[in-house]
């Protein structure tokens, strides 16, 4: 009786520190950070404010790794852990080796990429006719969801155009209908200006002038930041925002990185509002909503991370999410049946900003709800009901399948 009793205690024990686990397979990840230097000392607020942490560049392996340990409660059914295996690369040529490196000897099929938009775009070439999928988290151009697509790449973060059309929808149902842009000297702020040129032309917005900014203190710069019948005597932010009355209802400001954004708002020579870049902002993720589970999912991080949760962050853990559920709901490893999966048009993927999402066919975008927040309060959730559409109402944002310049 006793043996069977120590028998049974230490089955027990065994099995509670995880013994039988130890069979468990384990689904590797791959997490390509690419070369991000050249934004080093881009958006830096003067004095003390460059200091705090959420001024602070980080990569969003942060929302990954969060994503991560979600997985694996789900992997746990089927007896799955999930690992990340981070690996670097400066050039398209690298980040390809890597990929192979990672596919031949892990036989890692799905990867989340932290890469800049043009390598990200080469790169997506190198791995066409492989079974491989790239889920992008950081880049927001909207060529790498048309004429530069790939099959093999999902994208997860909205596109320069899903944010401007939620802005552009917000503006028309305010009737501010007339707006000053304002374009910083990054190509980014240009991919931003683009896309809300198409969008102010899609919601009937009118785009009164688009002004150039640029930083400097060279006095032989000054006449760029004004129109030629200003004064010099003006600040360069009184001199780009001037003009009559009725001039405009709003002003747009491109300036991705934040370089100049900041000083725009209460400075204008109008007493107008500011969006775009500062002011109210299109957000993937914003710390302020409180509903959807969203407040659990910011806690969380920061307490992880000692920071806020930031657009890319939240979108290397969503990522993760359907990287994870694909596998639960497919009992399977293998790469065509998660595609298969990620496409379908039913799919639910929860983002934490109400309803369940799923990914374009014509451009693997995944559709979503954009948050329209200031710097501390979501003030919009578009798409807004106003604005419908005939299969999808979040197909109102970004590309539709009309517009669609993407060929697989």
């Known amino acids: 009786m006793i043996k069977i009793l120590a028998t049974a205690f230490i089955v027990i024990y065994f099995s509670a520190i995880g013994i039988g686990k130890a069979h468990a397979k384990e689904f590797v990840i791959g997490y390509l950070e690419g070369d991000w230097s050249f934004q080093e000392g881009w958006g ?26 979600d997985a694996q409660f789900l992997g746990r059914s ?7 295996e981070k690996r670097f690369g400066k050039t398209p040529d690298d980040l390809f080796s890597e990929i192979q490196d990672l596919y031949s000897k892990l036989g890692v099929r799905v990867f989340v990429a932290d890469i800049p938009a043009q390598i990200l775009a080469e790169v997506g070439k190198k791995i066409e006719g492989m079974e491989i999928l790239l889920f992008n988290i950081s880049a927001y151009e909207d060529n790498l969801r048309g004429k530069l697509c790939s099959r093999n790449i999902m994208h997860i973060l909205p596109s320069y155009s899903m944010l401007t059309d939620s802005l552009a929808q917000y503006l028309l149902h305010k009737k501010w209908t007339k707006v000053l842009v304002l374009e910083g000297q990054q190509k980014e702020d240009k991919g931003m200006v683009n896309a809300f040129i198409r969008s102010a032309d899609r ?19 000054r006449n760029i930041n004004r129109p030629e019948q200003l004064t010099r005597r003006k600040s360069r932010v009184e001199q780009i925002t001037r003009g009559k009355t009725d001039a405009y209802d709003v002003i747009f400001v491109a ?19 500011v969006i775009g870049s500062e002011g109210l902002s299109a957000k993937a993720w914003h710390w302020s909503y409180l509903r959807h589970g969203a407040p659990q999912v910011s806690s969380r991080f920061e307490k992880q ?12 853990m969503v990522a993760i999410k359907a990287i994870s559920e694909a596998v639960l709901r497919t009992k399977s490893e293998n790469i065509i049946d998660i595609r298969k999966y990620l496409l379908k048009q039913d799919l639910k993927l929860d983002g934490f900003k109400r309803g369940g999402y799923s990914f374009r066919l014509w451009n ?19 798409p807004l009901k106003p604005f419908l559409h005939e299969k999808n109402d979040l197909d109102t944002l970004g590309y539709d399948e009309p517009e669609n310049q993407c060929k697989f």
């Open 78 to 84: 089927m007896k799955i852990t999930y690992t990340l």
């Open 203 to 221: 919601f009937r917005i009118e785009i009164v002038e688009s002004r150039q900014f640029h930083l400097s203190q060279d006095p032989r710069k």
């Open 364 to 382: 693997n975008q995944l559709r979503q709800r954009i948050l329209l927040a200031t710097s501390n309060w979501t003030i919009a959730v578009p």
């Open 255 to 273: 300036d991705h990185h934040g370089e100049f954004s900041h000083s725009i708002p209460y400075r204008s020579v109008l007493a107008r509002p």
């Open 305 to 316: 991370n000692m920071r806020r949760m930031q657009d890319n962050d939240w979108a290397g």
């Open 44 to 69: 830096e607020h003067p004095g003390d404010m460059k200091n705090l942490k959420e001024y602070s560049p980080h990569r969003p392996i942060d929302g990954a790794r969060v994503g991560l340990r």
